[in-house]
């Protein structure tokens, strides 16, 4: 067409408008198979053929020709539509369904430009009409359209929902059957432990050589169909493209292949962000990450990983539920340790620091979608890494964080001057730690060790070997920046959180000799923690929960000790103990929480480290039943679970220790296992979802005597 015409301007043709103007209107339309066909219609004086005319053109525009212009008008065929509808009746020439083909043309073209929120408006406005004169020949589509908009505008939890509502319909549709896969790939849980995957037996194939040629050439054809060897790029196009160019990394290109690679990619890019196809933006920008890193162009390799991130943030934030954001980025499990490793690499630090904030921050995010019940984005929670330094002088206080991969480490400390360094690549990862962490209980500790010897060596061992997370630090404590008696803050990260790191050495020496330490989720806690006015406590809850066991054994000198710390806490603050008659799940999930210091004396029970069980369901506080104490027996032997606190009860019972500080006197209860999610999974991590501005809680099995006069000593 000469000039852009509007909605309006093609509604006033077709209402007011001339048969003169009209038959200029069809001579002017752009190029479509049907447009031979739609001229004698749109030029007859009669309105049921006009729309009949529009509508042959109209499909063809909205689902690929011309959207733009289709956009137009199938928004004016539909207004125009409905008119001669209404004004005809029921009994008309034009039928109900012709009139709802024009919306499902229009959403169609709104999608396919990426106007997902006009789409999604538009539907709204529309589907209550349709509902209400029971239009069932389009409505389906029109309400799948509207899915389409809200999974493409990251509401996943509304296109979710919708999904279900029209499976309960008994709605049959492709369209319908891929947003539904693709929500399922996005939505998995967050409390799943990561394990190592087999390979199937097609991708053992396609991973030999010569498997890998035929696998490609079954693809290409496959692709040479659906696109009809069109030269444009579409979706299928633009997939081949980006396999193909990806495909070289599997051996290993000179750089003039790299680069040619880079460049295809590159284009294939252009298409997919242009075109909204996330999945495949994101495989092109995994792409652009190898080639550049491979050309050790590291900077530009780390910009094509925050691309990435940001598209998987962008996913992550239109889902609510904290068990189904988790697993948004498990297509990409080394998209944070790459991004960490170029950050470290290019040394740009303040970025690595957002980096590890953010593998860590998934968590605390998840806390607000929850209890809000609305999808939260990452970035409002990564962003306190930022404000770190301020805060950092403002409490002369130092921050370290940790990020673990599987061969090594990255580190960044903010100290209390607000400068911030780089630990750059430390040669420690996850095989090595894991290890560690299994020689730090102190029940080994002096005894025999078949293959080391007496495992006091081997415990000073250790801490000479967990030093590599510390001696970077040593120039900062020469020139002045960390001074002994600071304090430093750190944040773990995988088995870190298994070892308490007070022990390793620094210059020597258990590095508690030189600075005090707190351990904490991450910046977000951290900021949220000092920039919160204290509030005295005026409230406490004691839950005691001895074994059967116990009872028989020690009788009531074990539960003396589990209820010295109440007694403390009653000289101080008003509250209650919880008798072992009722201290249930059921008499928790209806006492007040929030606001206390809230007391489990009881004992803990967690995974062993290699094993396969998922501490989201395997971990926690044992507590009482109706039936009476617990049996430490049964519940070793994985029965009685029904009456252990676990992560995954704190979130399904909803309990809320909003602002409270919660200790656990409990064997282990301090140990988490990281999850696909990044998150930390045990009940530390479920604490502070449900809440708790702190915790204090125990990496080891405990005396239950030595633990009362900690506690007491640390309630005074």
């Not at 956009?71 to 012709?98: D, K, P, W």
């Not at 030269?231 to 051996?251: L, P, Q, V, Y």
Request: proline share 4%; net charge negative.
């Amino acid at each position: 067409m000469k000039t852009k015409m509007y909605y309006e301007d093609i509604l006033k043709i077709f209402r007011r408008g001339s048969a003169k103007e009209r038959t200029a209107f069809a001579d002017d339309c752009p190029s479509n198979r049907f447009k031979n066909a739609a001229k004698p219609r749109l030029k007859s004086d009669n309105s049921a053929m006009q729309v009949m005319g529009l509508k042959a053109l109209s499909s063809a525009y909205c689902f690929g020709e011309n959207t733009q212009f289709g956009e137009e008008l199938s928004r004016a065929g539909h207004e125009f539509a409905r008119q001669v509808y209404s004004e005809q009746g029921e009994g008309g020439a034009i039928l109900l369904y012709t009139v709802s083909a024009f919306a499902q043309d229009y959403l169609n073209a709104l999608n396919l430009q990426g106007k997902f929120d006009k789409a999604i408006e538009f539907a709204d406005s529309i589907i209550p009409y349709y509902q209400g004169m029971n239009e069932s020949t389009n409505l389906p589509e029109i309400r799948i359209k509207k899915i389409a908009a809200l999974f493409e505008s990251n509401r996943i939890d509304e296109a979710d929902q919708m999904v279900k509502l029209e499976r309960k319909r008994g709605t049959s549709s492709l369209e319908l059957d891929r947003l539904e896969k693709e929500i399922e790939k996005i939505k998995e849980g967050v409390t799943t432990i990561p394990k190592k995957k087999e390979k199937t037996e097609l991708e053992k194939m396609a991973s030999t050589e010569k498997g890998h040629e035929a696998f490609r050439s079954i693809l290409d054809w496959g692709t040479d169909i659906m696109t009809k060897s069109s030269a444009e790029i579409n979706e299928w196009k633009a997939k081949k493209i980006i396999r193909d160019a990806t495909s070289i990394f599997m051996g290993q290109p000179g750089p003039e292949e790299i680069e040619k690679s880079l460049s295809e990619l590159q284009k294939a890019r252009e298409w997919t962000k242009d075109n909204g196809t996330r999945i495949d933006d994101n495989d092109a920008l995994w792409g652009l990450y190898l080639g550049n890193k491979r050309l050790k162009k590291y900077s530009e390799a780390a910009d094509m990983l925050q691309s990435l991130r940001n598209n998987i943030e962008d996913l992550r934030a239109g889902i609510k539920e904290p068990l189904e954001r988790g697993g948004v980025s498990s297509k990409f499990p080394y998209l944070f340790p790459a991004l960490c490793e170029m950050l470290a690499e290019t040394g740009r630090v303040p970025e690595l620091l957002d980096a590890i904030e953010g593998a860590k921050g998934r968590a605390i995010a998840d806390i607000l979608s929850l209890k809000e019940k609305i999808p939260c984005d990452d970035r409002v929670f990564s962003k306190p890494a930022a404000d770190i330094p301020d805060l950092m002088r403002k409490n002369s206080t130092h921050y370290l964080t940790f990020f673990v991969d599987d061969e090594e480490t990255y580190a960044v400390l903010v100290a209390k001057d607000g400068t911030m360094h780089s630990a750059g690549c430390l040669p420690i990862g996850k095989v090595q730690i894991r290890n560690f962490a299994e020689k730090v209980d102190p029940r080994c500790w002096g005894k025999k060790d078949l293959v080391n010897g007496l495992s006091d060596s081997l415990v000073e061992g250790l801490c000479e070997a967990l030093s590599i997370l510390f001696e970077w630090l040593e120039p900062f404590f020469e020139n002045g920046v960390m001074e002994e008696g600071d304090h430093i803050c750190y944040s773990p990260d995988e088995h870190l959180h298994h070892i308490p790191l007070q022990f390793a050495h620094f210059r020597g020496s258990p590095i508690v000799e030189k600075f005090s330490l707190s351990r904490i989720h991450g910046a977000h806690a951290l900021s949220l923690l000092l920039n919160r006015k204290p509030v005295p406590f005026k409230s406490y809850l004691s839950i005691e929960v001895p074994t059967e066991e116990d009872l028989e054994k020690e009788g009531q000198k074990l539960v003396k000790n589990l209820h010295r710390p109440a007694e403390t806490l009653a000289k101080r603050l008003q509250g209650k103990t919880i008798p072992l008659s009722e201290a249930t799940m059921e008499t928790l999930s209806r006492v007040f929480l929030a606001q206390s210091v809230v007391h489990f004396s009881t004992h803990g029970i967690f995974p062993k480290i290699n094993s396969d069980e998922n501490p989201f369901k395997n971990s926690g506080l044992v507590m009482a039943s109706d039936a009476g104490p617990p049996n430490a027996s049964r519940i070793a032997q994985g029965k009685d679970f029904d009456y252990v606190l676990t992560p995954e009860k704190v979130l399904d019972l909803g309990l809320d220790f909003s602002g409270s500080h919660v200790t656990l006197l409990a064997c282990v209860s301090g140990l988490a296992n990281e999850g696909i999610g990044g998150d930390a999974l045990g009940m530390e991590w479920a604490l502070i979802q449900a809440g708790a501005s702190s915790t204090l809680s125990s990496h080891w099995y405990v005396s239950a005597k030595l633990s009362a006069e900690f506690f007491n000593r640390f309630y005074n």
